[in-house]
C-alpha cells in the first residue's frame, strides 16, 4: 500500500512526511524527523520515556500511527528549552539531580510540564499521581517530585 | 566560589552541589544514546525467545 502523506506541526514548525500505515509517531519522530530525544522504553505505553503532546494532550507517541497526526499540533522534549534557555523544569532537574542515565528524562519533562499547564500548583500527592506513567529506574521519584514542586513555584512566580 | 569548610579551608568540590556535566544535553533530548544511531548498513539485533522451555534449537529462521 501506498505511504501516507502526513502534514503535521512539530514544535512550532510545520512539517511533511511519508509513512507507513503501522509505523507509530514515536518511529516518525525519531526515524524521519531525527527526534530522537523521545525514547522507545517499552514500546507498549507503559513507561511514559515516548511521551509527547498531541494538540496539547499528554500521549504515548509509541501508541500513536504517523497516520493519525495529519493536521495535528505535536510537542516534543525537543520543542521545551527555547534556544539556549532551558525551561524552568529542565533547570529544576539538574539542580535537584532528578536524572541520572536520562533515558527517562525527557518522557518526565514533557509529562511534567503538561501538568503544570492545567494544575499550576500540584500536590506531591497529585505529581505522583500524574507521573505515575512514567518510569524512572536510576534516581528515583523523590528528586523529581521536588524539582517538579520547585519548578511549579518559579514558574508561578512569573 | 566553593565551600569553606569549618577548619577555614575552602573546598571546590567536597561539600558542594554541582550540576552534572552531561545534564543539559540530557534535559534537551540533545544526548545521544546508543538507539539514536541510524547508520548506513548498521545492522540491528533482536532477542528471538522460545515458546518451549527447556528446547533445543535446531535452527532459527532468520
Known sequence: MAKHHIEAVVNGDAVEFLCET???????????LNLTGSKEGCGSGDCGA??????GRLVCSCLVLGCEVDGRRIETIEGMAKGEALHPLQQRFLEHAA?????????????????????????EHEIR???????????GYDKIVSAVQDAAATMRKG | MG???TNGHTQNYIGTRTIRPDGVDKVTGRARFGADFN???QLIGRVLRSPHPHARIIAIDT
Open chain 1, 50 to 55: 515516548c511521551s509527547v503532546t498531541l494538540d
Open chain 2, 3 to 5: 565551600e569553606t569548610l
Open chain 1, 22 to 32: 503501522e509505523e507509530t509517531l514515536l518511529d516518525v519522530l525519531r526515524d524521519t
Open chain 1, 99 to 123: 536524572l541520572q542515565c536520562g533515558i527517562c528524562t525527557p518522557g518526565f519533562l514533557v509529562a511534567s510540564k503538561a501538568l503544570l499547564e492545567r494544575t499550576p500548583d500540584p500536590s
Open chain 2, 39 to 41: 547508520l548506513p548498513g
Open chain 1, 129 to 139: 499521581f500524574w507521573l505515575a506513567g512514567n518510569l524512572c529506574r536510576c534516581t
